[in-house]
């Protein structure tokens, strides 16, 4: 990929002003919107994503993975979540994704991903790949039920230009495995790297709580659960949640 970073003091999501370069055609594969501020940052299905200003990470990658079926584009959120896994470790402990790509370090989060495909075909045209993860922040106000960041767990500040180039040079590294069709490599990884995977836990769904044990991720990206009688079901984002 060509690295073509564009800085912007404010925005409303790095997300949205990504979307808009690819659909103008001003931006290369390879290009990444990194922000001091967003005034409206997106989570997950209409979540928002709270961040003090010039704190954090806040960047959006834009990828063109026009060799990768539209049914598969559950891969473009496991490269991105075990590229953040992987650089994580060597600042803190007990770093895991949280199904479906939420950062976790310990029980608490540490970051989050949003991944916005657009389809061409039967193909993805265009992945932007927006990524919050905390770094300096060291109050959290929004009311999100489990945040931390980097500093609050080691004390110490980090740069995040420092950050965003080592998150690059990680994408790229999995984006080439993806590339070069290295499915089960990425499959082994991330399941290896998901928190709670393989052992018993407690799980929320339809109002109902019920144990069970982790055993890998459909097609799709949806979860797959063993319960104690032995029944396995599949679970959808928002169909199912963790008890923590």
Same mark, same amino acid.
């Given at each position: 990929?060509?690295?073509?970073?564009? %800085?912007?003091?404010?925005?409303?999501?790095?997300?949205?002003?990504?979307? *808009? /370069?690819?659909?103008?055609?001003? #931006?290369?594969?390879?290009?990444?919107?990194?922000? @001091?501020?967003? =005034?409206?940052?997106?989570?997950?299905?209409?979540?928002?994503?709270?961040?003090? #200003?010039?704190?954090?990470?806040?960047?959006? %990658?834009?990828?063109?993975?026009? %060799? /990768?079926?539209?049914?598969?584009?559950?891969?473009?959120?496991?490269?991105?979540?075990?590229?953040?896994?992987?650089?994580?470790?060597?600042?803190? =402990?007990?770093?895991?994704?949280?199904?479906? &790509?939420?950062?976790?370090?310990?029980?608490?989060?540490?970051?989050?991903?949003?991944?916005?495909?657009?389809?061409?075909?039967? &193909?993805?045209?265009?992945?932007?790949?927006?990524?919050?993860?905390?770094?300096? @922040?060291?109050?959290?106000?929004?009311?999100?039920?489990?945040?931390?960041?980097?500093?609050? /767990?080691?004390?110490?500040?980090?740069?995040?230009?420092?950050?965003?180039?080592?998150?690059?040079?990680?994408?790229?590294?999995?984006?080439?495995? /993806?590339?070069?069709?290295?499915?089960?490599?990425?499959?082994?990884?991330?399941?290896?790297?998901?928190?709670?995977?393989?052992?018993?836990? +407690?799980?929320?769904?339809?109002?109902?709580?019920?144990?069970?044990?982790?055993?890998?991720?459909? *097609?799709?990206?949806?979860? *797959?659960?063993? +319960?104690?009688?032995?029944?396995?079901?599949? +679970?959808?984002?928002?169909?199912?949640?963790?008890?923590?």
């Amino acid at each position: 990929m060509n690295k073509n970073f564009i %800085f912007l003091n404010e925005v409303d999501s790095t997300n949205n002003y990504a979307n *808009q /370069l690819v659909v103008t055609k001003a #931006a290369d594969e390879g290009t990444v919107v990194l922000a @001091q501020f967003q =005034k409206a940052g997106k989570g997950q299905k209409g979540n928002s994503w709270e961040s003090e #200003a010039g704190k954090n990470l806040l960047a959006s %990658f834009i990828l063109r993975p026009v %060799f /990768l079926n539209a049914a598969d584009q559950f891969y473009i959120s496991k490269i991105i979540s075990l590229s953040i896994a992987e650089i994580l470790p060597s600042k803190t =402990k007990d770093i895991t994704i949280k199904w479906p &790509n939420d950062i976790y370090a310990g029980n608490r989060k540490i970051a989050g991903i949003l991944i916005e495909n657009s389809v061409l075909g039967q &193909n993805i045209e265009t992945a932007i790949a927006g990524i919050g993860l905390n770094l300096n @922040q060291e109050i959290f106000v929004s009311g999100a039920p489990n945040p931390v960041s980097l500093k609050q /767990l080691t004390g110490k500040n980090y740069e995040i230009q420092q950050f965003a180039d080592d998150l690059f040079v990680v994408i790229e590294k999995w984006y080439g495995k /993806l590339q070069n069709n290295k499915f089960a490599e990425i499959d082994t990884v991330y399941h290896q790297s998901l928190f709670r995977m393989k052992e018993w836990a +407690h799980y929320s769904a339809n109002g109902k709580t019920f144990e069970a044990w982790m055993i890998g991720t459909g *097609q799709f990206g949806q979860l *797959q659960l063993e +319960h104690r009688d032995g029944k396995i079901t599949e +679970h959808f984002f928002k169909e199912v949640e963790f008890v923590i």
